[in-house]
């Protein structure tokens, strides 16, 4: 009875809910198996000194090759890795691949170069995190500075005790940590200052309107540069795509970009040959 009536009620889904409900749940049973069919990829976009001009490290970005829908992004996949406890060993399997390939190409260009990792709230939470974390350090002996966990600026100034020992500890063990997308959210400025944080990643929302002539737009983007150099944080300037911005960014003493400009995020074998000839 009960099953004939689950599938009276679908009758009342209009065509297009229907499809993306099917299809939601055919990925979410494909991505049970994504680890163990090899699925997962990382790509590492470079992060570019405006400095020297130099890469100074790496964002690692998750993608999945699903053998029926192509590259699925990590906006739809990683919520549902989240509702289903996949992430657990899916964030472990992106941190411990991020750090073994780092260490490759410092071993291969003699260079100190960083890492960047993703992490959500999802993952903060849990408790073998840290733990996680310092074993990498540990079996890698990569000087854990290097090392760098980005969270966005929503998830930094949870009103979370927890999350904020959680990144006490993190900060503890030697790795920096990155506050992403910076200016979506709402950010209070004594958080700010009892945060353990390095940098500052301005969001691409408001370097896209660089080239727009938004005064207004200009004017955040300059404040948030001025404000980390007022907290000595450093600053890096997310989906740099023209130059245009670029100079922009670099007239107002922003440290760091990353973006099309420059690089795209590559497979770890473009950027060995990047590396080769850079
Ligand atoms: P994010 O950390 O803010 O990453 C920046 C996004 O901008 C990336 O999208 C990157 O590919 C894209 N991007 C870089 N340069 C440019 C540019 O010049 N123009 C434009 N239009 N876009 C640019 P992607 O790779 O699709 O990742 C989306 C988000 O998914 C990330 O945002 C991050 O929040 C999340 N994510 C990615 N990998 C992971 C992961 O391993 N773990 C977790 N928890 N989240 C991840
Ligand atoms: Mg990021
Ligand atoms: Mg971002
Ligand atoms: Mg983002």
Redesign the pocket.
Known sequence: EAKGRGKNQAVFCTGEIKDSTTKNHTLVNNLYWALERDELQL?Y?PKISLENNTIIGF????RWHNTDYGVV???VF?PMAEQTGMIKPI?LW?MKTACQQIKRFQEWTQSELSIS????LI?LRDTSIVKNMAAILQETQIPPHLIEV?I?ESVAFQDEPFIMEQLQKIKELGISIAI??FGTGYSSFSRLRTFPIDLIKID?EFVRAISSNLHKDQAIIRSIIQLAKNLDLKVLA????TEEQLQFLKKEGCDFI????FY??LPAKSIEELLNYT
Do not use: C, H, K, R
Not at 117 to 120: E, H, K, T
């Open positions: 790509l976009q964002e690692a970005l998750l992004n990590p906006q990683i964030g992106v990792i993703n992490l959500s993952q980005e966005t992403d997308d691409s997310e989906g740099v795509e990353q973006g099309f400009l795209a995020p």
